[in-house]
């Protein structure tokens, strides 16, 4: 059955130096997304990307964060100078388009910073 | 704007007993749908069910029970004869069923869920 993948798994990095975060969505899938989650949190809405650019974001996802989809199968999170607040589980999901709403989600990738 | 309430932030049940986890919603959207998302100890959120607004047929899925009632709200998750391996965070999510937006999904809080040998 096909999956959502992310990498890496874990991520370690220092405050102020950027991050990206890579995602595979599920091949036949039109739209993106990602979330955060907080240790211990709910899961929160960052962004959705369709199309080639994005179609929604939360006030979460300020100019520090980005993403991008580079070729026909990764969509990347951009975070450009990482705070310690930044640390979480940061999970990539895709749905197909017609009607489906269902998202998918991969196994995240947990972000600390130092 | 959208919002979901779990409000059993924690249930601790012995195996074989019944557990129900509550969820509550809100949102203007005529249109919408709800869900039920898994996250064992292991981290990773597995999809559990759909439902959408236009379909209140209670749904049963082996152990799983899925009860959605539109005019209370209320969208709640019964396991029967619960098992040690059900023991995660169960999240409720609520998403609007528009194409002309992303369909951003709003979660609840989560019910962390143990269930003791």
């Known amino acids: 059955e096909p999956e959502v993948t992310q990498t890496p798994s874990h991520q370690v990095t220092q405050m102020g130096q950027e991050v990206i975060l890579r995602c595979v969505p599920i091949?036949?899938?039109?739209?993106f997304y990602w979330y955060r989650q907080i240790l211990g949190q709910k899961v929160e809405f960052l962004v959705s990307?369709?199309?080639?650019?994005?179609?929604?974001k939360s006030e979460i996802f300020d100019d520090q964060f980005s993403v991008e989809r580079p070729d026909g199968s990764n969509f990347t999170l951009k975070i450009r100078s990482t705070k310690l607040e930044d640390s979480a589980m940061y999970f990539c999901a895709s749905r197909r388009l017609a009607g489906a709403y269902t998202q998918y989600f991969g196994p995240g990738t947990r972000l600390t910073v130092l | 704007a959208q919002k979901v309430t779990q409000a059993q932030t924690e249930i601790s049940v012995v195996e074989k007993e019944d557990v129900t986890l509550d969820c509550v919603y809100e949102?203007?959207?005529?249109?919408?749908?709800l869900f039920w998302y898994k996250q064992p100890p292991s981290g990773e959120l597995v999809f559990l069910i759909r439902?959408?607004?236009?379909?209140?047929q209670n749904e049963i899925s082996g152990r799983y029970s899925w009860n959605f009632q539109k005019s209370t709200s209320s969208f709640n998750f019964t396991i029967t004869a619960s098992q040690v391996v059900d023991s995660a965070v169960y999240f409720c999510a609520l998403s609007e069923a528009t194409e002309t937006s992303g369909s951003r999904l709003t979660f609840g809080e989560g019910t962390q869920l143990t269930v003791n040998p």
């Open positions: 949102t203007r959207d005529t249109t919408y749908y």
């Open positions: 091949s036949n899938h039109l739209y």
């Open positions: 990307f369709y199309n080639n650019e994005i179609s929604e």
């Open positions: 439902r959408n607004s236009f379909d209140e």
